[in-house]
C-alpha cells in the first residue's frame, strides 16, 4: 500500500515561513491534498490538488508537489497556524493520509 | 453552506456492531456530484479513511477494515451510515463524515464524534 511520510514537528517563529513536507513514491504524478486540524476541531481542507486554495483560506497557505515529495508551505506565520498538518492523497482507489505534522509557533 | 451531523452511541461493548449516522443538510446526496465517507481518529493519532459510497450505493472500502465495514446511503433521509462490527478497544476513535470532492479531497467535515469500545 502507498506510504505518505511527513515529518513529526515543524517549528517556526511568527512571521517567518514554514515547510512541511509529505513524502511519497513518485507522489508527484498524484493530486495531493493538505488539512490542517487544531485540537479538538475537525479538519478544515487548506490546499487541494497540489496548490489551489478553497474559498476562505489565506494566500499565506501554498502547495507544491514534485517528484517524491509535496510540500505545504505557510508564509508569515501566525500563532493561530499553530495546529497539525495532513497531506493525503488517492491511490489505487484508496484514501492514503500522511501521519501528520505538529506545527509549533515559537 | 453543506453540513454533516455524525450522530449513534457513544459507547459501544466489544464484540458488538458500531452504527453511526451522517445527516446531511445544504444539499442532496442524491445529486450525484459526490461521493460520502467515514474517516476516524484514534486519540492522539492520525488520520484513518474507512471508506465512502454514492448516492447508488457504490463502496470503497479500506482494505484493512474492508471485512468489518459497511456504509449505507439512505437517499430519502439525506443520511449515510456506518457500520463497523466485532469492535475491540482499537476501535474506540472519533468518527468522522465528510464530502468527498471531485479530485477525492474532503471538502466539508462533521464535528466528529467520540466512539468508546469498552464493556
Known amino acids: 500500500s502507498y506510504v505518505l511520510t511527513q515529518p513529526p514537528s515543524v517549528s517556526v517563529a511568527p512571521g517567518q515561513t514554514a515547510r512541511i513536507t509529505c513524502g511519497g513514491n513518485?507522489?508527484?504524478?498524484?493530486?495531493v491534498h493538505w488539512y490542517q486540524q487544531k485540537p479538538g476541531q475537525a479538519p478544515v481542507l487548506v490546499v487541494y490538488d497540489d496548490s489551489d486554495r478553497p474559498s476562505g483560506i489565506p494566500e499565506r497557505f501554498s502547495g507544491s508537489n514534485s517528484g517524491n515529495t509535496a510540500t505545504l508551505t505557510i508564509s508569515r506565520v501566525e500563532a493561530g497556524d499553530e495546529a497539525d498538518y495532513y497531506c493525503q492523497v488517492w491511490d489505487s482507489s484508496s484514501v492514503v493520509f500522511g501521519g501528520g505534522t505538529k506545527l509549533t509557533v515559537l | 453552506q453543506v453540513q454533516l451531523q455524525e450522530s449513534g452511541p457513544g459507547l459501544v461493548k466489544p464484540s458488538q456492531t458500531l452504527s453511526l449516522t451522517c445527516t446531511v443538510s445544504?444539499?442532496?446526496?442524491?445529486?450525484?456530484?459526490?461521493?460520502w465517507s467515514w474517516i476516524r481518529q484514534h486519540p492522539g493519532k492520525g488520520l484513518e479513511w474507512i471508506g465512502y459510497i454514492y448516492y447508488s450505493g457504490s463502496t470503497y472500502y479500506n482494505p484493512s477494515l474492508k471485512s468489518r465495514v459497511t456504509i449505507s446511503v439512505d437517499t430519502s433521509k439525506n443520511q449515510f451510515s456506518l457500520k463497523l462490527s466485532s469492535v475491540t478497544a482499537a476501535d474506540t476513535a472519533v468518527y468522522y463524515c465528510?464530502?468527498?470532492?471531485?479530485?477525492?479531497?474532503?471538502?466539508?467535515w462533521g464535528q466528529g464524534t467520540l466512539v468508546t469500545v469498552s464493556s
Open positions: 513518485n507522489i508527484g504524478s498524484k493530486s
Open positions: 465528510a464530502r468527498v470532492a471531485t479530485r477525492v479531497d474532503f471538502d466539508y
Open positions: 445544504g444539499g442532496s446526496i442524491s445529486s450525484g456530484d459526490y461521493y
